[in-house]
């Protein structure tokens, strides 16, 4: 059989002679024959006769370009699917291969040929420019923008050896219910359970306890005790205040005789209403002597933060008996006023200082018994946003504080200089490792000017999360079938690219979402949730790989947010951070990456660096941290 000639015009024009008539065909010969016969012949013979064109004409179909639909078994037309392009943030974006120009990779004139970030080897080996001058002095870029005051190493040499021998709570004279709580409710679960460095070092300090006795004792003991607390990130300084304070509630509470009448009464009134639950006639009984009037304030700088300190606050008061309530914008009016003016009172309140400071204003009574107050995250809440409230509590408390703890993971020179000038005869505790990023957080370096990124920081950031979701997926989590999902910070150093970022990696297929104040409450409260809580989160691994294929990341769950915004959260699922600018200072480079690698985890953190940014402060950084070195 012959083929048609609109099935052979390929072979055709294929094989057209210097006529444009087929060389089969000018030869006389049919093109291809299987079984010729007389309709066959016919026609070969037709075509001969008709006049050889004498040039190709273009098809006036607009379509040409169109293959021919596709159809189903059944003959109907199937549905057009689109074409597959690569998975990822590279999705969509049409190639598959880096468009480079070269002319663009010219350095410009007068710039550094060299790549600070590429000459480690040599830094480490002092053979920098200058002969290793500057290798020698160690951090050029980073002692010129020298924000933390520096303690010296000598200093932290003691405190290391003088804290070695206290390896247990049990050495502590803390109250047996206190004591307790550690092991029953706040650590539980956790074996072979020791203080931490700021724990070894706080706890004795504010309870007035004398651990050393080689260390002479002050012959006078100051009315109000003022501490700073300052130890690196994720090593527990919550519980290193917390509990001498809960210990000194529970010890004011035995002194207190009003306490002691008023309990008397409660009694009897018990027995009077027989079986009645207290809640139906406590709001009717007098009122408590410590409503409206906590003995012990906590100020931190978010919302969120406030929940985290209260959780651990309320851990150790399940089994010591203290009331702590939470104050933040995370509750509404009625809710707040409940806490505050509860019938059953309050010892303890954890805050925001903008809260706080305008209750205060309304009742100035609600601070009049305060003889412990902490400012957590002192380096924030002395800053300039936070300040102006947080001194006017301070004020406030001034006249009945028997202890002022300030406590931060960085001393930065402003929060020092403050310091001397109001607080003269403030008590430093500071640990060893102060002002160290840990050597288990290792920081990685992405260069966001080379290709394929050309400074488009935003597709560097989906592309470094999509490469972390892609490798997590190929292991297995504890069980068969299921993969862990990871969970990781974006840093930005403005409040307005959080959305923006979040937007852009949404877009790319990332479950993100941005920390600010415009996000849904419930929405960044569960992503919180999940990043706070250690228990794994698990997804199965035929629904990750299925979603993969349709270009989204099923296996991470990211957060976009300034380091205020996340200031102090216990992030201890957070294995990943990735700073999206490079940090202004060492003080955020401290607190961005001090969100992973939290009591003993490991992390890992990476820095995008375009263009624009600062080389030489990342390779210090990360000269420093493989080093074990203090930032300055
Ligand atoms: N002695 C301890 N042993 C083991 N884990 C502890 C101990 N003390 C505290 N932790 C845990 O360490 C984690 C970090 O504690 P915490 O949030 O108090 O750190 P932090 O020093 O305040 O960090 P940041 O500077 O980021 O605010 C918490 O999950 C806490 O339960």
Redesign the pocket.
């Given at each position: 059989m012959w083929r048609t000639a609109r099935d052979s015009v390929c072979l055709l024009c294929a094989s057209a002679g210097a006529t444009g008539r087929p060389r089969a065909v000018e030869a006389g010969r049919p093109l291809m024959s299987t079984a010729p016969g007389s309709a066959s012949r016919a026609f070969a013979t037709r075509l001969e006769r008709r006049p050889a064109p004498a040039r190709m004409v273009l098809s006036d179909r607009t379509d040409v370009a169109r293959s021919s639909p596709r159809r189903t078994a059944d003959g109907a037309i199937a549905k057009k699917t689109k074409p597959r392009g690569p998975d990822g943030p590279w999705a969509g974006t049409n190639r598959t291969v880096a468009n480079i120009d070269t002319r663009r990779r010219a350095p410009l004139p007068g710039a550094v040929t060299r790549d600070p970030l590429s000459n480690e080897d040599d830094q480490e080996n002092g053979k920098g420019k200058k002969g290793g001058r500057r290798d020698r002095r160690g951090f050029k870029a980073l002692n010129m923008q020298r924000s933390l005051t520096s303690v010296s190493y000598g200093q932290r040499a003691s405190v290391k050896e003088r804290i070695q021998a206290v390896d247990s709570f049990g050495l502590f004279d803390l109250l047996p219910s206190i004591k307790d709580a550690i092991a029953s409710s706040?650590?539980k679960g956790?074996v072979d359970?020791?203080?931490?460095p700021?724990?070894r070092l706080a706890i004795p300090a504010l309870l007035g306890q004398h651990m050393d006795p080689k260390r002479r004792r002050p012959r006078v003991v100051p009315d109000r005790k003022e501490v700073l607390l300052a130890?690196e990130?994720?090593?527990?300084?919550?519980?290193a205040y917390l509990l001498p304070i809960a210990n000194a509630l529970k010890l004011a509470e035995a002194d207190d005789t009003t306490l002691a009448s008023y309990n008397k009464r409660l009694e009897a009134e018990k027995v009077l209403r027989g079986d009645r639950p207290m809640s139906e006639w406590i709001d009717k009984f007098e009122p408590h002597p410590n409503m409206a009037r906590p003995r012990a304030a906590v100020l931190v700088p978010t919302a969120e933060l406030v929940d985290q300190v209260v959780a651990v606050a309320k851990d150790i008061s399940h089994v010591a008996k203290f009331k702590a309530r939470p104050l933040s914008a995370n509750h509404n009016a009625l809710k707040i006023q409940r806490n505050l003016y509860s019938p059953t009172g309050i010892d303890l309140v954890v805050a925001t200082p903008h809260l706080l400071a305008s209750i205060a204003n309304s009742d100035p009574y609600v601070l009049s018994r305060v003889s412990h107050l902490v400012i957590d995250?002192a380096d924030s809440l002395l800053d300039r946003s936070f300040s102006p409230e947080t001194t006017s509590i301070i004020d406030r408390c001034m006249p009945t504080l028997k202890q002022f703890v300030l406590c931060s993971?960085t001393i930065p020179k402003r929060l020092d200089t403050y310091l001397e000038s109001k607080f003269p005869d403030v008590e430093r505790i500071t640990t060893p490792n102060l002002h160290a990023i840990p050597r288990r957080v290792q920081l990685g370096v992405i260069d966001v000017s080379k290709d394929p990124y050309r400074n488009n920081k935003n597709l560097a950031c989906a592309d470094a999360i999509w490469s972390i979701g892609k490798e997590a997926a190929q292991h297995e989590g504890p069980v068969k079938g299921v993969i862990d999902v990871k969970r990781i910070i974006v840093f930005v150093n403005e409040r307005e690219t959080t959305q923006e970022v979040a937007e852009y990696l949404v877009s790319k297929g990332v479950d993100a979402v941005a920390l600010h104040r415009d996000t849904p409450e419930l929405r960044q409260s569960e992503m919180i949730a999940s990043f706070t809580s250690s228990e794994p989160l698990l997804i199965d691994a035929a629904t990750a790989t299925a979603a993969a294929g349709r270009r989204h990341l099923p296996n991470t769950k990211v957060i976009v947010a300034t380091d205020l915004a996340s200031r102090?959260l216990?992030t201890?699922a957070v294995r990943h951070v990735i700073l999206y600018d490079v940090p202004h200072t060492s003080i955020d480079f401290v607190h961005r990456l001090?969100r992973a690698g939290?009591?003993g985890r490991r992390g890992r953190g990476l820095v995008l660096v375009g263009r624009d940014d600062r080389r030489d402060v990342v390779a210090e950084v990360k000269r420093s941290m493989f080093m074990g070195q203090a930032l300055v």
């Open positions: 706040v650590l956790m359970i020791k203080p931490t700021i724990q130890a990130t994720g090593s527990g300084k919550t519980l995250e993971a102090g216990d201890v001090g939290r009591m």
